[in-house]
């Protein structure tokens, strides 16, 4: 990965309906669907029983599917924007982390390496957030993809907790959250392996500052991928 420095252009602001058009896409309206869900899938974690397990677990599992979709949807249909890319990582990490957190509460995962997933989503949102003012790219890793998805699938059979067809969510809960917990200690690696020329390279931050006007905010290529 090579990083590059650019600078947005000067662009005059769009009506306001204009505005509201652009954000209010089918793709984001799945991703702030993801954000209500949130609450639901609390409420429904303190169930009693089997019911609290399933309806959580399916609560997990729809919203999970609905972050796929809505990239989907972004990139076929060509309605990416700057309000989802900003809400969809967003989404994601506080749809993570809360399941998580219900999850130590409750006893049923280990408190480390919940902190080690949540630790490596708030450094590199921080990382992303920098490279964002220096106006760099920094390009989501396969390695991260298959993170995510080892991840979410872990959590869905943590919130189900009980035996199905004969398999012990739980025990494969835990295996799974385990391999998150690796590859998200690597692929933390690598995104700060890949960033480490621009984050000490002080004469990009300072001709960044110099040249990009404060009121300026980088385009939505110069942004990370979520």
């Known amino acids: 990965m090579s990083a590059c420095v650019q600078f947005a252009p000067f662009t ?13 896409t089918l793709s984001n309206q799945l991703t702030v669907s993801r954000v209500l ?6 409420m429904a974690f303190y ?3 089997k019911v609290g397990y ?7 599992a729809l919203a999970s ?42 006893d049923r995962a ?8 949540i630790g490596r989503e708030i450094v590199i949102s921080a990382l992303r957030e920098w490279l964002a003012q220096v106006s760099s790219i920094v390009h989501v890793s396969a390695l991260a993809k298959w993170k995510t998805a080892v991840q979410m699938v872990a959590i869905i059979c943590l919130l189900l907790h009980i035996t199905v067809f004969g398999i012990n969510m739980h025990m494969t809960g835990l295996v799974l ?15 700060l392996r890949d960033a480490w020329g621009v984050l000490i390279d002080d004469k990009s931050s300072s001709k ?11 385009s939505e290529q110069a942004k990370a991928e979520s």
């Open 37 to 42: 869900l949130i609450p639901l899938l609390a």
């Open 110 to 117: 280990p408190d480390l390496l919940s902190a080690i997933i």
């Open 54 to 60: 399933v309806t959580a677990a399916a609560l997990f």
């Open 208 to 218: 960044s500052a110099e040249e990009q006007p404060a009121s300026n905010i980088p």
């Open 177 to 191: 959250l385990w391999i998150a917990a690796l590859l998200t200690l690597w692929s933390a690696y690598e995104y």
């Open 65 to 106: 599917a609905t972050d796929w979709l809505d990239g989907y949807l972004a990139r076929s249909r060509n309605e990416i924007t700057a309000f989802g890319r900003f809400l969809d990582p967003v989404a994601d990490k506080l749809l993570v982390a809360t399941a998580l957190v219900l999850l130590v509460e409750a």
């Open 12 to 24: 005059p602001a769009p009506h306001a309906s204009t505005i509201a058009l652009m954000t209010w």
């Open 47 to 49: 169930l009693p029983g």
